[in-house]
Every structure is written in structure tokens, then in C-alpha cells.
């Protein structure tokens, strides 16, 4: 690793750790469906456009990595997939004898809570387990180790909030709101070039890290190219910001906090990853395309099981601003509130939300 490729530094949010009642582990059955949504898509890349003889034939170890992988269970469900689909192509193409055996990377920032993770993981696991603590922004495994990458649902996390958003002389400072799709244009450009900024650093990453026909596939929450931004439902983080504007009222949070605060995320199109991928030129892209996870859901979407989940997501986030206190009252009043949100919630995640795609190394 040279000087400039040193550790990335990122600040980090980590999900809600343990198993309790607010943790990622209890609340995030949206993710695991959208992943078990893209299983079909991953067997089928793995299929069809992976040549796993070439990549095994100097070596009889396959590495996956999950980048972002969080506490579980997910990450696990997500890794036994694509270990199976591994497998199967290995059979198919007529490797019976050499079963590769596989090391699985578990990545996350190091405050991850990767003592519940290897506390979890899975008896009777068919792969070597490591974890790898660190941000995908930067460099985290050796040149060409990796034969499969998978990401789900994290690479939209931006490594930092724009540096704009918290000037007050400059046009993208985002008074009174706390993300970028009710606000104004400047705002929303300034969290675009923040991801574009992001994402060359991630490929760079990936370039230097997986194989010559190695393969990546990611799922993270998106926006059609057909659609602006501002279209894009923020519902409930308008719901956050209008509840902290109500408690600024009531004197219980400085304005000045919430004029500082900012979601560091950013759903972009299939269009925005498309040019970055190009402008790289160490990937093909495979497949790129909208889903709507939430059309092959069993769990129930309601209002009070959307606003746990959103809160085992963005509590960290919310609590290294607005210390603990404020937080758990933030939820508490928007739980409060979810009669009122669930009315809009239906109207508004009828869409595609998620984009999903594969890349393969050149
Ligand atoms: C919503 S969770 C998704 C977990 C899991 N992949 C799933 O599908 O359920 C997003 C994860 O991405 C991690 N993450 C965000 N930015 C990251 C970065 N720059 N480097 C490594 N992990 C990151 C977060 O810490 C979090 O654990």
C-alpha cells in the first residue's frame, strides 16, 4: 500500500450493536428482504457471466468480502448465497473434484460492534471467517486478493457531510433542514459531488483489490434517472427534522444544532454510477438496474416497524450530534406521530428505491 493509498479516514455511524430492542440485529428485516430479493440476481451474475475455473486455477481459495456488513444476521444470509452459488458454478463447470475452500471478509468501520458479529456467526459455516475493520473509502486487502465483492445497503453512506452544507456564507448551507431532498439545489449538489468524491475513491479501492475477473455486486438505496431528486421520499427525515424544529421551539435543542446537522448519505441513479464506473475503466458493468424490494415483502410495513428500523440505523448518527437524550425524545415524539406518517408512508415507498448492479474486473 503506498503513502497515497494510506487508511481512508471516514467518520463513522455505526448501526445499533447487540440484539436488544433498538439494535440493527432485531430491526432490520427491510434489508435482509431487499438482499434476498437480489440472491436471484446474484446466483444469475454468478452464473452466467463468472469464469470461476480462470479464478481458481492459481489458487484454491476463494475470497469474498461483504463491505459494510454490520452485526448480522444479514450479513450472513448474504454470505451463505453467495458461498452457494460459488459452488454450484464450481460444479457446474465440471470442477467436482476442487471444491475451492472460501475465506469470507467481514468489513465494517472499526466501532462496528464485531463482538456480536463473531459471537453470531454461523455453526456449521463452510468458510474461514475474518473481520476487517475499516472504511471502503480506502484501501483494505492486499492487490488482487479478492474474487467477490458484495455490498448491501451501505455504500450510500458518504464519508463525511459536505464541507458547504455547514458554511454559513456559502449557498449549499442547509438551514433549518438536516438531508438534501426538500432542500435546495445548491445543497443537493454539494451531496452529489461528496458521493462522486466517495465513490472514485471506492473503485480505486476495488480496482487494486479484486482479481482479474473477479466480480462486485452492490445494492444500496437509489434514485431513478428519470426522477429529481426532489421527488425522492424523505418522508421520514422530514419528519425527524420537523420534530428537532419543535423541540428548538420548546427551547429543549439550540437551532444552531439543528442548522449544523446533516444525514452524511446520498441515493444516487443509475445514471451517476454508470459515468463513475466508466470514467474508472477497470470494470464492466454487467447489470445496473431499479428494484423495488418491497414488492416481493413478507414482513408487514407499517409505520412503527419503519420508524424502528430507521432508528437502529441513524441513532449513532443522530446521538454524535445530539447527544443520547435528545435522541431517545426525537423517536419517542415520532412514534407518536405515526399515525399521522403512516397515511403517507404507503403513497410514498410505492417505488423504486434501490439500485442494484455488477461489476466485473477487467
Ligand atoms: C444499513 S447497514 C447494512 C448492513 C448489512 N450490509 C445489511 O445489508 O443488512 C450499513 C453498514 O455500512 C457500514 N458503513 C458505512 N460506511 C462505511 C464505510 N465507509 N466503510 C465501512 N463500512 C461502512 C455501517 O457502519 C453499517 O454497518
Same mark, same amino acid.
Given at each position: 500500500?503506498?503513502?497515497?493509498?494510506?487508511?481512508a479516514?471516514?467518520?463513522?455511524? =455505526?448501526?445499533?450493536?447487540?440484539?436488544?430492542?433498538?439494535?440493527?440485529?432485531?430491526?432490520?428485516?427491510? &434489508?435482509?428482504?431487499?438482499?434476498?430479493?437480489? /440472491?436471484?440476481? *446474484?446466483?444469475?451474475?454468478?452464473?452466467?457471466?463468472?469464469?470461476?475455473?480462470?479464478? *481458481?486455477?492459481?489458487?484454491?481459495?476463494l475470497?469474498?468480502?461483504?463491505?459494510?456488513?454490520s452485526?448480522?444476521?444479514?450479513?450472513?444470509?448474504?454470505?451463505?448465497n453467495?458461498?452457494?452459488?460459488?459452488?454450484?458454478?464450481?460444479l457446474?463447470?465440471?470442477?467436482?473434484?476442487?471444491?475451492?475452500?472460501?475465506q !469470507?471478509?467481514?468489513?465494517?468501520?472499526?466501532?462496528?460492534?464485531f463482538?456480536?458479529?463473531?459471537?453470531?456467526?454461523?455453526?456449521?459455516?463452510?468458510?474461514?471467517? $475474518?473481520?476487517?475493520?475499516?472504511?471502503?473509502?480506502?484501501?483494505?486487502?492486499?492487490?488482487?486478493?479478492?474474487?467477490?465483492v458484495y455490498?448491501?445497503?451501505?455504500?450510500?453512506?458518504?464519508?463525511?457531510?459536505?464541507?458547504?452544507?455547514?458554511?454559513?456564507?456559502?449557498?449549499?448551507?442547509? /438551514?433549518?433542514?438536516?438531508?438534501?431532498?426538500?432542500?435546495?439545489?445548491?445543497? $443537493?449538489?454539494?451531496?452529489? @459531488?461528496?458521493?462522486? /468524491?466517495?465513490?472514485?475513491?471506492?473503485?480505486? $479501492?476495488?480496482?487494486?483489490?479484486? !482479481? @482479474?475477473?473477479?466480480?462486485?455486486?452492490?445494492?444500496?438505496?437509489?434514485?431513478?434517472?428519470? *426522477?429529481?431528486?426532489? &421527488?425522492?421520499?424523505?418522508?421520514?427525515?422530514?419528519?425527524?427534522?420537523?420534530?428537532?424544529?419543535?423541540m428548538?421551539n #420548546?427551547?429543549?435543542?439550540?437551532?444552531? &444544532?439543528?442548522?449544523?446537522?446533516?444525514?452524511?448519505?446520498?441515493?444516487?441513479?443509475?445514471?451517476?454510477?454508470s459515468?463513475?464506473?466508466? #470514467?474508472?475503466?477497470?470494470?464492466?458493468?454487467?447489470?445496473?438496474? +431499479? +428494484?423495488?424490494?418491497?414488492?416481493?415483502?413478507?414482513? =408487514?410495513?407499517d409505520?412503527?416497524?419503519?420508524?424502528?428500523?430507521?432508528? $437502529?440505523? +441513524?441513532?449513532?448518527?443522530?446521538?454524535?450530534?445530539?447527544?443520547? #437524550?435528545i435522541?431517545?425524545?426525537?423517536?419517542?415524539?415520532?412514534s407518536?406521530?405515526?399515525?399521522?406518517?403512516?397515511?403517507?408512508?404507503?403513497?410514498?415507498?410505492?417505488?423504486?428505491?434501490?439500485?442494484?448492479f455488477?461489476? /466485473?474486473?477487467?
Amino acid at each position: 500500500m503506498s503513502n497515497k493509498e494510506a487508511v481512508a479516514m471516514t467518520e463513522s455511524y =455505526p448501526m445499533n450493536g447487540g440484539d436488544g430492542t433498538y439494535s440493527y440485529t432485531s430491526n432490520s428485516t427491510y &434489508q435482509r428482504e431487499s438482499s434476498l430479493y437480489a /440472491k436471484e440476481m *446474484i446466483d444469475e451474475a454468478i452464473a452466467k457471466k463468472l469464469d470461476i475455473k480462470s479464478l *481458481i486455477s492459481n489458487s484454491n481459495t476463494l475470497c469474498i468480502a461483504d463491505l459494510g456488513c454490520s452485526v448480522g444476521p444479514n450479513t450472513f444470509i448474504a454470505m451463505q448465497n453467495v458461498l452457494e452459488a460459488l459452488e454450484k458454478k464450481c460444479l457446474s463447470q465440471g470442477n467436482g473434484s476442487k471444491v475451492p475452500e472460501f475465506q !469470507v471478509f467481514f468489513n465494517d468501520h472499526a466501532s462496528n460492534d464485531f463482538n456480536t458479529l463473531f459471537a453470531s456467526l454461523p455453526h456449521g459455516r463452510q468458510y474461514f471467517a $475474518a473481520g476487517v475493520p475499516g472504511s471502503f473509502y480506502g484501501r483494505l486487502f492486499p492487490e488482487s486478493s479478492l474474487h467477490f465483492v458484495y455490498s448491501s445497503t451501505a455504500l450510500h453512506w458518504l464519508s463525511k457531510v459536505p464541507e458547504e452544507l455547514l458554511d454559513k456564507n456559502s449557498q449549499a448551507w442547509n /438551514k433549518g433542514r438536516i438531508f438534501y431532498p426538500s432542500a435546495s439545489e445548491e445543497v $443537493a449538489n454539494a451531496y452529489a @459531488a461528496q458521493f462522486t /468524491k466517495d465513490m472514485k475513491n471506492f473503485l480505486n $479501492a476495488r480496482a487494486k483489490e479484486i !482479481v @482479474a475477473g473477479g466480480m462486485m455486486v452492490v445494492l444500496m438505496p437509489g434514485l431513478s434517472d428519470d *426522477i429529481h431528486y426532489s &421527488q425522492r421520499s424523505g418522508l421520514l427525515i422530514d419528519f425527524i427534522g420537523s420534530t428537532l424544529m419543535d423541540m428548538v421551539n #420548546e427551547g429543549l435543542v439550540r437551532e444552531a &444544532q439543528v442548522d449544523s446537522f446533516n444525514i452524511p448519505a446520498y441515493c444516487p441513479s443509475p445514471k451517476e454510477i454508470s459515468r463513475l464506473v466508466e #470514467e474508472n475503466g477497470c470494470f464492466s458493468i454487467e447489470r445496473m438496474q +431499479m +428494484m423495488d424490494p418491497r414488492s416481493k415483502m413478507h414482513s =408487514p410495513f407499517d409505520a412503527h416497524t419503519f420508524i424502528m428500523h430507521l432508528r $437502529a440505523v +441513524m441513532e449513532g448518527v443522530f446521538t454524535k450530534h445530539f447527544g443520547s #437524550e435528545i435522541v431517545g425524545e426525537t423517536f419517542e415524539r415520532i412514534s407518536k406521530k405515526s399515525a399521522e406518517f403512516s397515511c403517507l408512508l404507503d403513497k410514498s415507498y410505492n417505488e423504486r428505491n434501490q439500485v442494484y448492479f455488477v461489476l /466485473k474486473h477487467k
